[in-house]
């Protein structure tokens, strides 16, 4: 190998600088596929968030539950289980 470098020793370097623009380019075309992609999923996200929560707060509306806190729902009849246990 030392003999092909040193028949072509202005060469080499081009091709080293050509080859490595070449691998930069690469990686520069990949992260933005990826970076794209990732948008893509985070705004898919972002619409199926909206949808789960316009569900929710259709889902509480027919049962006649407006904007009412999720946790102290729950509470609610636990405490009352317990009362009524301890009556």
Same mark, same amino acid.
């Given at each position: 190998m030392d003999g092909q470098d &040193?028949? #072509?020793p202005k060469?080499?370097?081009a091709d080293?600088?050509?080859?490595v623009q070449n691998l930069l380019q690469q990686m520069q075309s990949r992260f933005q596929t990826m970076s794209d992609s990732i948008v893509t999923k985070i705004d #898919?996200?972002? &619409?199926?968030?909206?949808?789960l929560e316009q569900s929710i707060n259709d889902l509480r509306a027919e049962m006649g539950v407006e904007s009412s806190p999720s946790p102290v729902a729950?509470? =609610?009849? =636990?405490?009352e289980d317990k009362e009524e246990g301890s009556a």
């Open positions: &040193s028949q #072509d060469q080499s370097p080293m600088t050509a080859f #898919d996200m972002g &619409s199926r968030i909206n949808e729950p509470a =609610k009849p =636990k405490e």
